[in-house]
């Protein structure tokens, strides 16, 4: 089983970007991804989170407003949308999911503690 994120780039402030991350390999279904961030010297932030038996979404306070996450099961693809970007947005960003169902607004405010699958991680820059 694996997540592989993408999409991540170079935008200006008060742009928007769109990163993706695509599950493969699991055999039921995955339960759930949730989207983290880390900048350099800085701990992991949990960022946003989507859940796939009710569609039920969380955001970290930082994001609220500004990001929106969704998912396209036909693709078994999960999509965060970033807009309004601000420099204190640019992190490496990665998604992460468990092979058990879990509460979005648990793993993203324990920062993830807990998933075992992770993506490799796809870097967001916002600069101008």
């Known amino acids: 089983v694996q997540l592989q994120a993408s999409g991540g780039g170079l935008v200006q402030p008060g742009g928007s970007l769109r990163v993706s991350c695509q599950a493969s390999g699991f055999r039921h279904g995955y339960k759930g991804i949730a989207w983290f961030r880390q900048a350099p010297g800085k701990e992991r932030e949990g960022v946003a989170c989507i859940e796939t038996s009710d569609g039920n979404t969380f955001y970290a306070d930082s994001v609220k407003g500004r990001f929106a996450v969704s998912r396209d099961d036909a693709k078994d693809t999960v999509y965060l949308q970033m807009n309004n970007l601000k420099p204190e947005d640019t992190a490496v960003y990665y998604c992460?999911?468990?092979?058990?169902?879990?509460?979005?607004?648990?793993?993203?405010?324990?920062?993830?503690?807990?998933?075992?699958?992770w993506g490799q991680g796809t870097q967001v820059t916002v600069s101008s």
């Open positions: 992460a999911t468990d092979e058990y169902p879990f509460p979005c607004v648990v793993v993203v405010k324990s920062k993830g503690t807990g998933l075992d699958i």
